[in-house]
């Protein structure tokens, strides 16, 4: 790693992050919603990064070249804007297609 720590575990698992550290093994760099429920239960806590590169993240729903977002698509972009608080004010909402397929 560039700030000169080395990793212990390596995995894109999030299940496999999340045990890591409530088992007390070490410790691991997630979004605050990705460990939502470990927060509320006091599993876990955050320590601020002040890290202005982990600031800029974005959310996207990629979707094929030529084909507006379909409504499922549509409807999961609206709640994460509307209940997940690390994307608020970062998704827009395209236009819906009328029975995209």
């Given at each position: 790693?560039a ?14 992050l ?20 470990e ?63």
């Open positions: 790693m700030c000169g720590l080395s990793g212990l575990v390596e995995t894109d698992s999030l299940a496999v999340r045990n890591f550290v409530r088992e007390d093994i070490g410790a691991t760099i997630l979004p605050a919603f990705v460990v939502a429920r927060l509320a239960d006091g599993h876990v806590v955050t320590v601020p990064l002040d890290i202005p590169e982990l600031q800029k993240g974005e959310a996207t729903i990629l979707v094929r070249t030529g084909r507006r977002l379909p409504e499922a698509a549509s409807r999961l972009a609206t709640h994460a804007a509307r209940a997940m608080l690390a994307f608020r004010r970062k998704i827009q909402v395209p236009n819906v297609a009328p029975n995209a397929t």
